[in-house]
Structure formats: structure tokens, C-alpha cells
């Protein structure tokens, strides 16, 4: 197990000569377990947080996602995959003294990989996968993926905090995860207890991230539902694709050369697209599309 050196955090509450809280508990280690990914408009905002103090829910992103999903074309189901079959791992640590009520906890996240037991017992058959996702299993961390630790207090069995930074990993195009740094962020932790903890991981894209991560994917995944569906690897014409159907949706939308394929270029030059992520608020001076997404942690060891 990676060993965890005991944090001393200095939390300044207005005047210089306020003596430091000391976050010195017992570390809990947990990986994610669910990923609710807005299926929905609803789910959206159920899953994002006020990331402005505007008193509004910011998850622009997630509405994206959520209205993607309401047309069949969502990635709440290939993110599930992943994250079952191991290709997606998002590992937390908890320092703390108590659950209920402290004065000074802390939080931090990672990235990692699977290490055992081996996420499926038979990999053709996905309702035997997420064995290292019960409360057991052990893990590899990715230094490079780290947060701060994130202190602050628990009260009423909830910690909600501001984060500078903190990477979360998706997948809009199966079997490629893709890492998303939420500048600006919260996190928010609830049901806290040693076996189990729900949150909402928040934040803001900054615009290169948008265009040099988010399209490329979405873009990939769009050209692997065309070619697939409307049965023309090659991109031969005619495409194929049944009328009504979502392959045939994403192709009168994005192929714009007619050549059965969706291109990076097509998808990032939409118009439609470019309204969709464009940046919705502003934290410190940087203009970010929001972002968030449910987790439920589980007990882990790294």
C-alpha cells in the first residue's frame, strides 16, 4: 500500500494571525465505482455544482451530454464499460477524524490503473466484470494525475470544497479514456463513511482542452457509430445509413464532404457544436465550459 504522509494544511479564515488547522486523521482510500454521467437535462443539474457563487447550477457540459443522451447517442453506458472493465480508474483519499462533524479533513484524487484482482472474470461477458471495483481491490496511482489535497471541514456529514485542480478521466469513444483537468473546481462528498462515499466532482475545461481533447473524441466516436452502422468501412457511398437512425442523424450533421466518414475538422467547425462548448462562466479571470459528474467511491488500496 502506498504509504501516505500525514498532512499539515494551513486554512487561512481572514486574519493573519489565525493560528493553522491541522488536518492529522487516519487516511481512507477509495476508487470510483459509478460514473453518472448526465443521461438528461435533469441529471445535469442533479450532478453539477455552483462553481461561480451565482447561485446556479454550471454544468454545460453535462447538458451537452444529457441531451446527446435523450437522442440515444449518450456515453453514460460506454464510460459504465470502462469503468468496469478496468480501462477507467479514478482513485481518492480521505484524511480524517470523523465522518459526522471535523474541523479539518482532507481530500485528494488520482489516476491509476487496475492492479488486482483482475476486473473480469471472463472478459467476453461484461455482467462478470468490475471485480476490482467490491471494496478489494488494488491499484496503481499516476504521480502525475494528482490533485492538492483539499482541506476543509465536514459538517453535518458533508464536505464541500473549492479544488485549484482536479483530473477526472471519461470516455466518449470506447476503449480510449480520456483525462479532463477541471480547473476551478468542487467537490462536494456526501453519505461519507468508511465503505462508501457519494460525490459530485465539478469543474471548468479551459478552451484548449475543448478542442484538443472533448472534439477529437466525440469526434472519433461519431465516425466509429457512421461507419459501423451504416456498414461502409471504407467510406464508400452510398453510406447506408436506415433512415431515422442515430448513424444517419450524426452523418446529415457532421459529414459535410457526403464521404461516410466524421472528421475532427467537421465535427470542431459545427455551428452547432461550437454554441455547445463554448465557455459559460469565468474563475479568475479564465473563461472555462463547465463540467460535473456523480461518483460513488468504494473502499481501495494503492
Same mark, same amino acid.
Given at each position: 500500500m502506498k504509504a501516505l504522509a500525514t498532512s499539515v494544511v494551513l486554512i487561512f479564515t481572514g486574519c493573519a494571525t489565525d493560528e493553522p488547522l491541522v488536518v492529522n486523521g487516519t487516511h481512507y482510500q477509495y476508487v470510483v465505482s459509478e460514473l453518472r454521467?448526465?443521461?438528461?437535462?435533469?441529471?445535469? !443539474?442533479?450532478?453539477?455544482?455552483?462553481?461561480?457563487?451565482?447561485?446556479?447550477?454550471?454544468?454545460?457540459?453535462? =447538458?451537452?451530454?444529457?441531451?446527446?443522451?435523450?437522442? &440515444?447517442?449518450?456515453?453514460?453506458?460506454?464510460?459504465?464499460?470502462?469503468?468496469?472493465?478496468?480501462?477507467?480508474? =479514478?482513485?481518492?483519499?480521505?484524511?480524517?477524524?470523523?465522518?459526522?462533524?471535523?474541523?479539518?479533513?482532507?481530500?485528494?484524487?488520482?489516476?491509476?490503473?487496475?492492479?488486482?484482482?483482475?476486473?473480469?472474470?471472463?472478459?467476453? =461477458?461484461?455482467?462478470?466484470? &468490475?471485480?476490482?471495483?467490491?471494496?478489494?481491490?488494488?491499484?496503481?496511482?499516476?504521480?502525475?494525475?494528482?490533485?492538492?489535497?483539499?482541506?476543509?471541514? #465536514?459538517?453535518?456529514?458533508?464536505?464541500?470544497?473549492?479544488?485549484?485542480?482536479?483530473?477526472?478521466?471519461?470516455?466518449?469513444?470506447?476503449?480510449?479514456?480520456?483525462?479532463?483537468?477541471?480547473?476551478?473546481? !468542487?467537490?462536494?462528498?456526501?453519505?461519507?463513511?468508511?465503505? !462508501? #462515499?457519494?460525490?459530485?466532482?465539478?469543474?471548468?475545461?479551459?478552451?484548449?482542452?475543448v478542442d484538443t481533447v472533448v472534439i477529437p473524441e466525440a469526434a472519433a466516436n461519431c465516425d466509429r457509430i457512421v461507419v459501423n452502422e451504416c456498414n461502409q468501412p471504407g467510406g464508400s457511398l452510398p453510406c447506408g445509413c436506415t433512415g431515422g437512425s442515430r448513424a444517419r442523424q450524426l452523418q446529415q450533421l457532421f459529414d459535410d464532404n457526403d464521404d461516410c466518414r466524421i472528421e475532427t475538422r467537421e465535427v470542431a467547425t459545427n455551428s452547432i457544436v461550437l454554441a455547445l462548448l463554448a465557455p459559460d462562466l469565468k474563475i479568475d479571470g479564465q473563461k472555462l465550459l463547465s463540467f460535473g459528474v456523480g461518483v460513488e467511491l468504494v473502499p481501495a488500496r494503492f
Amino acid at each position: 500500500m502506498k504509504a501516505l504522509a500525514t498532512s499539515v494544511v494551513l486554512i487561512f479564515t481572514g486574519c493573519a494571525t489565525d493560528e493553522p488547522l491541522v488536518v492529522n486523521g487516519t487516511h481512507y482510500q477509495y476508487v470510483v465505482s459509478e460514473l453518472r454521467v448526465p443521461a438528461n437535462n435533469a441529471e445535469a !443539474r442533479s450532478n453539477g455544482l455552483d462553481l461561480n457563487d451565482d447561485e446556479t447550477v454550471d454544468n454545460q457540459l453535462g =447538458m451537452v451530454f444529457g441531451t446527446l443522451g435523450t437522442m &440515444g447517442l449518450g456515453v453514460g453506458e460506454t464510460a459504465t464499460e470502462a469503468l468496469l472493465r478496468g480501462g477507467l480508474v =479514478m482513485l481518492a483519499d480521505l484524511e480524517t477524524n470523523g465522518f459526522d462533524d471535523t474541523d479539518a479533513s482532507g481530500f485528494s484524487t488520482w489516476l491509476g490503473d487496475s492492479l488486482e484482482p483482475e476486473p473480469c472474470l471472463d472478459p467476453t =461477458m461484461l455482467d462478470t466484470c &468490475g471485480q476490482h471495483l467490491r471494496g478489494t481491490g488494488r491499484f496503481a496511482i499516476d504521480e502525475d494525475s494528482a490533485s492538492h489535497q483539499i482541506p476543509g471541514p #465536514i459538517v453535518d456529514g458533508v464536505f464541500h470544497e473549492k479544488a485549484v485542480f482536479l483530473p477526472v478521466e471519461l470516455v466518449i469513444d470506447a476503449g480510449r479514456p480520456l483525462r479532463l483537468d477541471l480547473r476551478g473546481a !468542487r467537490v462536494k462528498l456526501t453519505q461519507i463513511s468508511e465503505t !462508501r #462515499i457519494s460525490a459530485i466532482f465539478a469543474g471548468g475545461l479551459t478552451q484548449h482542452d475543448v478542442d484538443t481533447v472533448v472534439i477529437p473524441e466525440a469526434a472519433a466516436n461519431c465516425d466509429r457509430i457512421v461507419v459501423n452502422e451504416c456498414n461502409q468501412p471504407g467510406g464508400s457511398l452510398p453510406c447506408g445509413c436506415t433512415g431515422g437512425s442515430r448513424a444517419r442523424q450524426l452523418q446529415q450533421l457532421f459529414d459535410d464532404n457526403d464521404d461516410c466518414r466524421i472528421e475532427t475538422r467537421e465535427v470542431a467547425t459545427n455551428s452547432i457544436v461550437l454554441a455547445l462548448l463554448a465557455p459559460d462562466l469565468k474563475i479568475d479571470g479564465q473563461k472555462l465550459l463547465s463540467f460535473g459528474v456523480g461518483v460513488e467511491l468504494v473502499p481501495a488500496r494503492f
